[in-house]
């Protein structure tokens, strides 16, 4: 007969084809793991260890409970299987549910379709999960799918309005259900279950506890808190710099600006196509001269016409299908993509970019392709170095960023940050700034760009931001998108980095300066040129952004240090407010400005909620008071903004 086994900091439990292990990882997480194997794994994928495995057991060859902080986890047997009730402060949260028998299906040697499933919480709200084009910042109702693709990065952690977080440890494919009628976590192949509960006093204790197992940012550079300038694309250095002239001839301030992809000679060689960017250690020299830092795109996409395919092919390095086939993504002939979770892959390719980018003085990358992007999405019939595809794809973004981490830490560099498209737990502590990807310039994508923002914030990725104005589909000329980028340009100063991208629409008289260029650029974008009353509007935007940066900088060193977002949704500072877990367009900023964006096309005013305390409207210093909506008007050139009274940053607006 089957019996509970009671440890020093876990409590466990066997039966015919099934293992469970309970134990403490951390003062006020437990971890779980459920397996049909005869053992579990040690694997802890991207986790840190436990800080400690501080606990108190008790109990007997039937029911145990293991205590750590405020949680605990009662283990019972029950009908010939087991029962865990997570509880906080002796509250239930969390309660194991027997769905069907089917929860460990087989799928080849010892991996199994596994799913985690729990009783549902009609009272309970979830937030977090990553990004995606989505209008619902609060996912409970809801399901997804776990897995990356341009627009959507699958960060399988949640935060619930119950008091807790839950940590869905498993890199595979899979999905998750916060539905009415259960929550489910799901994987299409694996070894076991494994899953995280965390406790807390507040959202903030909650979040620094998740960052102290999965990481937090390193130091944020000062530059990067500033105006970013990017377009599709600078077809030259010529035309690059012949910007960011412009920009300081005109005195608007500019910390970056970013050259996007194909100034390469091939996919796959990481280098200046010379005919077009002669002199690019003159080039950095000049820009940082004028306080700009380079930015270079990188994309891991390879194909048989660049010089480092036959070292990579033959050593393999690279994603192969599980039969050897080549070309897993078509853009401009057949590609494959580096494997970067081959720890010799990163060093090889970091080496590439160090000849041909670091040595002139780019110390920035975009890291683009992150995901990676293959078509079709048949993820279980792609070879990775650490396994099939279905087990481990969600890691590809991490160990992408973990590459050039390491090879700017190796040359001494502190302030790194690179801009990736696609991120995973922990990806945070390799200076990981994210983006929602390649959205359409839309008023709907801007206010689904607010939901993506406050839910990376509520995973662990404090650096994140939206291409302003959206990706594609953008007509300058339009008044729609003059509207719009007014709008999206307000949003931007307050999202923790402030970055103008996009492919712009051609317009009718627009030159094509290289027509011999393999991947043509799209219309201009830059501040002057969304029509003669949007430039003054965008130009004193930027300058409150230069104002800003000091308070940038204050709150990303508390991220740094706490796991605090700079973004974060009402709830964060506020959770004892019921109704600020109901708000999904409007956010705090640090912990003293209210930000709420104008969201639709045609709309001067809005509702906006005040928790409690006082608060004064940055725009013409009126006081409020809080726990009440007010209605705020805002034409184009005002925003809607909020500081708390006595906050010494409402001097700046």
């Not at 057949?334 to 041909?356: F, G, I, L, M």
């Not at 002057?528 to 004193?540: A, H, M, Q, V």
Request: net charge negative; hydrophobic share 35%.
């Amino acid at each position: 007969m089957s019996e509970i086994l009671i440890g020093k900091s876990y409590i466990a439990f066997s039966m015919r084809d099934k293992v469970v292990r309970v134990e403490a990882y951390g003062e006020d997480r437990i971890r779980v793991r459920v397996s049909r194997n005869a053992a579990l794994s040690e694997e802890r994928w991207t986790l840190l260890p436990p800080l400690s495995d501080s606990c108190v057991v008790s109990g007997n060859k039937e029911m145990a409970v293991l205590t750590t902080g405020t949680l605990s986890a009662e283990l019972t047997k029950i009908w010939g299987d087991y029962q865990i009730v997570f509880y906080k402060n002796c509250l239930e949260i969390l309660r194991t549910k027997k769905e069907d028998d089917g929860i460990f299906r087989h799928i080849e040697g010892d991996h199994y379709c596994i799913k985690a499933v729990f009783e549902a919480r009609e009272e309970e709200h979830f937030y977090g999960l990553g990004q995606e084009q989505q209008d619902f910042f609060d996912r409970k109702g809801s399901a997804y799918e776990l897995v990356h693709y341009n627009t959507k990065a699958s960060i399988p952690f949640v935060y619930s309005s119950l008091g807790y977080g839950f940590l869905w440890n498993n890199p595979a494919i899979g999905h998750c259900e916060l539905t009415k009628n259960h929550t489910l976590w799901m994987c299409d192949s694996a070894y076991q279950a494994d899953y995280i509960i965390i406790g807390g006093r507040t959202p903030a204790d909650i979040m620094k506890k998740y960052c102290e197992l999965t990481g937090f940012a390193p130091q944020f550079p000062k530059w990067a808190a500033g105006f970013w300038q990017c377009k599709l694309r600078y077809e030259s250095q010529e035309d690059l710099m012949a910007v960011a002239r412009e920009y300081k001839r005109r005195n608007i301030p500019i910390d970056v600006i970013v050259i996007d992809f194909f100034h390469w000679t091939e996919q796959g060689n990481w280098e200046f196509d010379q005919s077009l960017w002669p002199d690019p250690r003159a080039m950095c020299e000049e820009l940082k001269e004028m306080g700009i830092e380079p930015v270079v795109s990188i994309w891991p996409t390879i194909n048989p016409n660049s010089k480092n395919y036959t070292y990579l092919d033959d050593n393999n390095m690279l994603v192969r299908t599980e039969n050897g086939q080549y070309g897993i993504f078509s853009f401009h002939g057949q590609q494959t993509y580096v494997d970067v979770t081959h720890p010799e892959t990163r060093k090889y390719v970091w080496a590439q970019v160090k000849k041909n980018y670091y040595t002139y003085g780019i110390k920035t990358f975009w890291l683009d392709q992150a995901e990676p992007e293959i078509h079709p999405q048949q993820f279980d019939n792609l070879k990775f170095y650490l396994g099939n595809g279905a087990q481990i794809a969600l890691l590809y973004p991490y160990y992408y960023a973990k590459g050039f981490y390491d090879g700017l830490k190796a040359e001494g560099e502190e302030e790194i940050a690179v801009l990736t498209r696609a991120g995973y737990l922990g990806s945070q502590r390799f200076g990981t700034i994210l983006w929602n990807g390649d959205i359409p310039s839309t008023f709907k994508a801007l206010r689904q760009s607010v939901v993506s923002g406050l839910s990376m914030g509520m995973c662990g990725i404090p650096w994140w931001n939206s291409d302003i104005g959206g990706f594609h589909s953008g007509d300058i000329e339009n008044p729609y998108f003059q509207e719009l980028i007014v709008r999206w340009f307000q949003f931007g100063v307050f999202c923790p980095v402030m970055r103008l991208h996009g492919a712009r629409q051609k317009t009718k008289n627009q030159v094509d300066r290289h027509p011999e260029v393999l991947e043509k650029s799209g219309g201009d974008n830059e501040i002057w040129s969304f029509g003669e009353r949007n430039y003054p509007i965008l130009k004193k935007l930027i300058e409150l952004r230069e104002r800003l940066k000091p308070y940038i900088m204050l709150h990303m060193d508390i991220a740094t240090k706490e796991g605090t977002p700079i973004m974060r949704p009402m709830f964060f500072d506020f959770p004892c407010d019921q109704e600020t877990y109901l708000l999904d367009d409007q956010y705090m900023f640090g912990s003293d400005i209210l930000f709420a964006p104008i969201l639709d096309q045609g709309q001067v005013e809005r509702k906006v909620y005040l928790p409690e305390g006082k608060w004064i409207r940055t725009s013409d210093k009126k006081e409020y008071n809080g726990g009440q909506y007010i209605l705020c008007g805002a034409v184009l050139d005002e925003f809607i903004a909020f500081v708390k009274t006595g906050a010494t940053i409402i001097e700046i607006f």
